[in-house]
């Protein structure tokens, strides 16, 4: 069984997450598998985020979409026999149990690599963008500011810093004329605050659960620990707490909305960039 206390250089809080939230992935991978609905290879690459956590991940290719080699291959492998091995049992801990401790190596690999996470420069903060596929800005949303959350302590910046990267946005891609967000966020009014009404009435709720973040980041607190409260509710109801969902609006409507409703933002910026 992997070690109850984490090995020197790995921080202990991101040590309980990865655990607590493996844990969770492999009863939704058992409880899915049951269903017949996708083979169990598609399971392990689509509809969880175990293998963002392993020391596989190279931060680019994901098996969703991209071939990662024999190595991963084999570990599906090895879960998809354990499942073989539990499928008929009334719970799922022995195969949580023997799933991480096969997962351990590779989870733990990446726990003394990586620390907290929050090492990389980012110009804005917990925002970051791309504009692949959909011809939009799209926009996603990590926690910088641990322990402290952006929804309530650092409201101000995370508001401020969204202004940014919508501006700088409208320079780099003039063209560009929607923001977008896919994330359970979404389904949160202070969340849904930063935007105009249009954003809400714009959300289409995604049916299925996907391997991102945007699904499952509903599960790592405001520290970077596992959600234990949301977790619990999750096997309760085998439902997401907060469903996960697509909003977009215009980006100068965003803009506008931004500097009415958060005038505290744009000093913010006002003095970010004076100092």
């Given at each position: 069984m992997e070690a109850e206390h984490p090995a020197p250089g790995m921080d202990t809080v991101r040590c309980r997450y990865v655990r607590g939230f493996t844990r969770l992935s492999l009863w939704y991978l058992w409880r899915q598998a049951k269903t017949g609905s996708e083979p169990f290879s598609d399971l392990v690459n689509k509809?969880?985020?175990?293998?963002?956590?392993?020391?596989?991940?190279?931060?680019?290719?994901?098996?969703?979409?991209?071939d990662v080699g024999p190595e991963w291959t084999a570990v599906i492998e090895g879960l998809a026999a354990l499942y073989s091995l539990h499928k008929?049992?009334?719970?799922?801990?022995?195969?949580e149990e023997e799933g991480l401790n096969l997962l351990w190596p590779f989870l733990e690999a990446r726990l003394k690599a990586a620390g907290d996470g929050l090492s990389v420069e980012r110009p804005y903060e917990c925002w970051s963008y791309d504009y692949t596929g959909t011809g939009r800005l799209n926009i996603h949303i990590d926690n910088v500011y641990r322990p402290e959350s952006p929804l309530s302590e650092m409201y101000t910046p995370f508001a401020a810093s969204l202004i940014r990267i919508i501006r700088d946005s409208r320079?780099?891609?003039?063209?560009?004329?929607?923001?977008?967000?896919?994330?359970?966020?979404?389904?949160?009014?202070r969340f849904r605050s930063l935007f105009p009404a249009r954003w809400a009435e714009s959300e289409v709720v995604n049916p299925n659960i996907g391997y991102t973040m945007g699904h499952w980041g509903q599960f790592m607190d405001r520290r970077g620990d596992f959600h234990a409260g949301n977790g619990s509710r999750f096997r309760a109801?085998?439902?997401?707490?907060?469903?996960?969902?697509?909003?977009?609006?215009?980006?100068?409507?965003?803009?506008?909305?931004?500097?009415?409703r958060f005038p505290e933002a744009v000093e913010f910026n006002r003095r970010r960039t004076s100092d």
């Open positions: 509809r969880v985020n175990i293998y963002r956590n392993t020391s596989f991940y190279d931060g680019k290719r994901h098996p969703s979409g991209d008929d049992d009334a719970a799922t801990d022995a195969f320079t780099r891609r003039p063209e560009i004329r929607m923001v977008r967000c896919s994330s359970w966020m979404n389904s949160t009014p109801t085998g439902t997401l707490p907060y469903p996960a969902s697509a909003c977009e609006c215009e980006i100068p409507e965003a803009l506008n909305h931004l500097t009415i």
